[in-house]
């Protein structure tokens, strides 16, 4: 971390909120003196635009959106609700204060406490998703102790993190499931709540100045989204900033909010105290009728609901006026937003806004955004390898699966070709179980497709909040699915080996375990440079499918490698299971016999006279005989060869997933 970044951190601390130890001192004493800690945001003049593509690709035309225009405004500590119907620009506003959010087509300024935005503040700030991106197979103490171990900074010391986290699944009220597993599509865990609990306390671990929450209710009951929000509502009390985006919530939720914005097509129509909304719609002409959920009946006006809300006039609907039942929405929605921009609201609003911009001086505005982290290298791979090797041993659809579905296929293909014999249907046996075996390997493989693609939104948002660098998170991946391939080559080598009787020793055996464990590794790594960057797993699969069949072609037993036309002969230097098969048969033929001793001598005779590898009663007598009619180099650096170029291949497909994991979108 640079001078500048640390000097950044460090007001950061003092000013909005705490990320490490002194940040804590400074929250206890904030919270001793009854002080608010929480941070405000002021935002202005924010304007968000989004291009989209349309018509063929020769035809492809660019045309811009407006998602958000003109927002000026203020979230002070306390719970701040954004609210508005579907498409009004709430997700995408709440991530643009968050500074998670493209900055592309992006203009305005977003101020902490009167500063420009601090290039880390996705670091320093908590952000709930609202999908509750969480390891599923872990429990609830194992979640935050993660956070924990990853975002404090490593001064403190771990008696210190794991009190904290005690003291989170106190405050949040996870006593009673702290070592549930929290559960996946396949296996059951704690409720929503509890859930949507242990992702607030995932990001409470830094104890932030600044909350922000994406349609924290989503997917969750009516009783257990209320008491979502009234732990918030606590937390708000307790002098935190809390900025939520929320769809339409119940009363008993609504009644929670200390300030409210109202968007609709990317436009205020609303900005002030929470309680005093309806006062507001009153008094431009549009009272809410008792009974009726306030939330629901801002909706009904913005959406234009004339049939709702006339009903709910002034005086009834003795001097109610005919033809606003004839308006559009549209003109509805223009309507709302000039009574907004002409309401005291919004001119009080402008007014502080306006002081803050004095205030703030000549502070110069970051022009980049960066990310920071709190640990080192070494120690970030060390919990999230942990957390990696824990989520593979506790998903056994993964791990035992694999395992198990490897020792069947050997005890099938060790019983078909139980035995093979040195004879003529010996050489044929032998090469269909080396292809076999070549091709499985590599077809195996197709699972470590999931491997970046299921856990996408997970990596991106612990990498955006500062958890771990990309290098750790793609190590880790790799070394968990390395121990994996090798267990599971291992298991299914030895298997077969020994029951088809291939040859009998001990050099041969390990050479066998070597060029099948690194034809995995191969094909791993060539799945995992395709699948980085693929955001569905079937079309992932779909293009591995069809470079494996292509490869396949190409590994010297479908079509003599010698026959193939130069145009297309080079395609053989990029196919794994060729160098694979070649290995294996080196390792196999050489030194084997497949006839008697007089028809190996009129063999060799033949060979010698005539250039051919087969005898006078055209048989095949020697492996080496067998290898020269394929073509094949069966020297020691034949062999070795195969494995050079399988390693360099692993290589450089390794680095290839890494540059795409490095560079795939990471906002939105």
């Known amino acids: 971390m640079t001078e500048t970044t640390n000097h950044i951190s460090i007001s950061m601390i003092e000013g909005i909120g705490t990320n490490g130890v002194a940040g804590s001192k400074v929250g206890s004493a904030a919270e001793r003196s009854g002080q608010r800690r929480g941070a405000t945001v002021s935002f202005h003049n924010i304007q968000y635009k989004v291009q989209l593509k349309s018509g063929l690709l020769c035809q492809r035309k660019v045309t811009s959106r407006d998602v958000l225009l003109d927002l000026n405004g203020l979230m002070k500590p306390g719970l701040n609700a954004i609210l508005g119907p579907t498409g009004s620009g709430k997700s995408s506003f709440l991530d643009i204060l968050a500074a998670r959010k493209d900055p592309s087509g992006l203009s305005g300024e977003v101020l902490i406490d009167g500063a420009p935005q601090p290039p880390n503040f996705k670091c320093l700030s908590g952000y709930v998703v609202q999908?509750?991106?969480?390891?599923?197979?872990?429990?609830?103490?194992?979640?935050?102790?993660?956070?924990?171990?990853?975002?404090?900074?490593?001064?403190?010391?771990?008696?210190?993190?794991?009190?904290?986290?005690?003291?989170?699944?106190?405050?949040?009220?996870?006593?009673?499931?702290?070592?549930?597993?929290?559960?996946?599509?396949?296996?059951?865990?704690?409720?929503?709540?509890?859930?949507?609990?242990?992702?607030?306390?995932?990001?409470?671990?830094?104890?932030?100045?600044?909350?922000?929450?994406?349609?924290?209710?989503?997917?969750?009951?009516?009783?257990?989204?209320?008491?979502?929000?009234?732990?918030?509502?606590?937390?708000?009390?307790?002098?935190?900033?809390?900025?939520?985006?929320?769809?339409?919530?119940?009363?008993?939720?609504?009644?929670?909010?200390?300030?409210?914005?109202?968007?609709?097509?990317?436009?205020?129509?609303?900005?002030?105290?929470?309680?005093?909304?309806?006062?507001?719609?009153?008094?431009?002409?549009?009272?809410?009728?008792?009974?009726?959920?306030?939330?629901?009946?801002?909706?009904?006006?913005?959406?234009?609901?004339?049939?709702?809300?006339?009903?709910?006039?002034?005086?009834?609907?003795?001097?109610?006026?005919?033809?606003?039942?004839?308006?559009?929405?549209?003109?509805?929605?223009?309507?709302?937003?000039?009574?907004?921009?002409?309401?005291?609201?919004?001119?009080?609003?402008?007014?502080?806004?306006?002081?803050?911009?004095?205030?703030?001086?000549?502070?110069?505005?970051?022009?980049?955004?960066?990310?920071?982290?709190?640990?080192?290298?070494?120690?970030?791979?060390?919990?999230?390898?942990?957390?990696?090797?824990?989520?593979?041993?506790?998903?056994?659809?993964?791990?035992?699966?694999?395992?198990?579905?490897?020792?069947?296929?050997?005890?099938?293909?060790?019983?078909?070709?139980?035995?093979?014999?040195?004879?003529?249907?010996?050489?044929?046996?032998?090469?269909?179980?080396?292809?076999?075996?070549?091709?499985?390997?590599?077809?195996?493989?197709?699972?470590?497709?999931?491997?970046?693609?299921?856990?996408?939104k997970l990596f991106v948002h612990e990498y955006v909040s500062g958890y771990y660098r990309v290098s750790v998170y793609f190590l880790a991946k790799v070394l968990c699915d390395i121990a994996l391939r090798s267990l599971t080559s291992i298991i299914f080598g030895c298997i077969v080996y020994y029951l088809i009787g291939l040859k009998t020793s001990v050099e041969a055996f390990l050479v066998f375990i070597l060029t099948v464990t690194l034809v995995a590794y191969t094909a791993t790594a060539m799945t995992m440079a395709i699948s980085a960057d693929q955001s569905v797993v079937a079309l992932a699969n779909i293009f591995m499918t069809i470079t494996f069949v292509f490869m396949m072609i190409f590994s010297g037993l479908l079509v003599n490698l010698r026959s193939i036309m130069d145009w297309l002969a080079w395609l053989k230097y990029f196919s794994i299971p060729r160098y694979g098969l070649a290995a294996l048969q080196i390792n196999e033929f050489v030194d084997l016999k497949f006839c008697e001793e007089a028809a190996i001598q009129d063999s060799r005779v033949s060979a010698a006279v005539n250039n051919c590898t087969v005898n006078a009663a055209g048989l095949t007598c020697t492996g080496e005989q067998y290898l020269d009619y394929l073509g094949i180099e069966y020297s020691s650096w034949g062999l070795w060869q195969n494995h050079v170029a399988l390693t360099v291949m692993a290589l450089v497909f390794l680095i290839i997933a890494y540059l795409k994991l490095r560079y795939i979108k990471k906002f939105t």
Not at 145 to 160: D, N, T
Not at 331 to 358: A, F, K, P
Not at 393 to 415: H, K, R, T
């Open 131 to 456: 999908d509750d991106e969480v390891m599923g197979t872990l429990t609830v103490r194992e979640n935050l102790r993660f956070s924990a171990a990853l975002r404090l900074p490593s001064s403190v010391p771990q008696s210190e993190k794991e009190a904290r986290v005690n003291r989170l699944i106190k405050e949040l009220g996870l006593a009673k499931v702290a070592d549930s597993k929290l559960g996946t599509a396949l296996t059951r865990g704690v409720s929503g709540g509890e859930r949507k609990r242990t992702n607030i306390g995932m990001e409470l671990v830094i104890d932030p100045a600044v909350l922000f929450l994406d349609e924290p209710t989503t997917g969750l009951d009516a009783s257990t989204a209320n008491s979502v929000l009234l732990l918030l509502k606590r937390m708000a009390n307790h002098g935190r900033t809390i900025i939520i985006s929320i769809h339409q919530p119940r009363y008993s939720i609504y009644r929670l909010f200390d300030t409210l914005s109202l968007l609709v097509g990317g436009r205020m129509v609303y900005h002030g105290p929470a309680p005093d909304a309806l006062d507001y719609f009153a008094n431009i002409g549009y009272p809410c009728e008792p009974h009726n959920n306030p939330a629901d009946f801002f909706l009904d006006v913005i959406n234009g609901d004339l049939a709702a809300t006339a009903m709910t006039r002034v005086n009834g609907s003795e001097d109610f006026d005919v033809e606003e039942l004839g308006r559009s929405r549209q003109t509805i929605v223009e309507h709302l937003v000039e009574d907004y921009r002409n309401s005291t609201y919004c001119g009080e609003t402008r007014t502080e806004l306006e002081r803050i911009l004095r205030d703030k001086e000549c502070t110069t505005r970051p022009t980049s955004r960066t990310i920071t982290y709190n640990s080192s290298f070494f120690h970030q791979l060390q919990w999230v390898l942990k957390r990696t090797f824990q989520n593979l041993l506790l998903s056994p659809q993964i791990s035992v699966a694999q395992v198990m579905v490897n020792v069947v296929l050997a005890l099938i293909v060790g019983a078909i070709f139980f035995g093979v014999k040195d004879d003529q249907s010996g050489i044929q046996n032998r090469m269909g179980v080396l292809f076999f075996i070549t091709t499985n390997q590599c077809f195996s493989t197709v699972s470590a497709a999931e491997l970046f693609i299921t856990e996408r």
